[in-house]
Nanobody
């Protein structure tokens, strides 16, 4: 059974940092392009960062320079380092392939609040 498990979300103050993890089981993601997505209340899910199987990264303009996506293929895991967090980064964060075709995980809640 394929499963994506996101973790690392928390309540953080503006300007703070978090590192999210996405561990895949039941599917080898090492040869797949992966993406981090987020969904804020009332909004559609949006793509914020991608990483190719070879490590090439791309970012949405809203997070460029603040977020860094990486992967550890030996651990079948993708990470999202988030720095200089803003109120508008508050959302549930998910990972999936890019394009998406695996079942969505539960996501991890990131709340930026003072």
């Amino acid at each position: 059974q394929v499963r994506l498990a996101e973790s690392g979300g928390d309540l953080v103050q503006p300007g703070g940092s978090l590192r999210l993890s996405c561990a895949a089981s039941g599917s080898d993601i090492s040869f797949k392009a992966m993406g981090w997505y987020r969904q804020a209340p009332g909004n559609q899910r949006e793509l914020v960062a991608t990483i190719s199987s070879g490590g090439i990264t791309n970012y949405a303009d809203s997070v460029k320079g603040r977020f860094t996506v990486s992967r550890d293929n030996a651990k079948n895991t993708v990470y999202l380092q988030m720095n200089s967090l803003k109120f508008e980064d508050t959302a549930v964060y998910y990972c999936n392939t890019r394009p998406t075709y695996l079942p969505w995980g539960q996501g991890t809640q990131v709340t930026v609040s003072s």
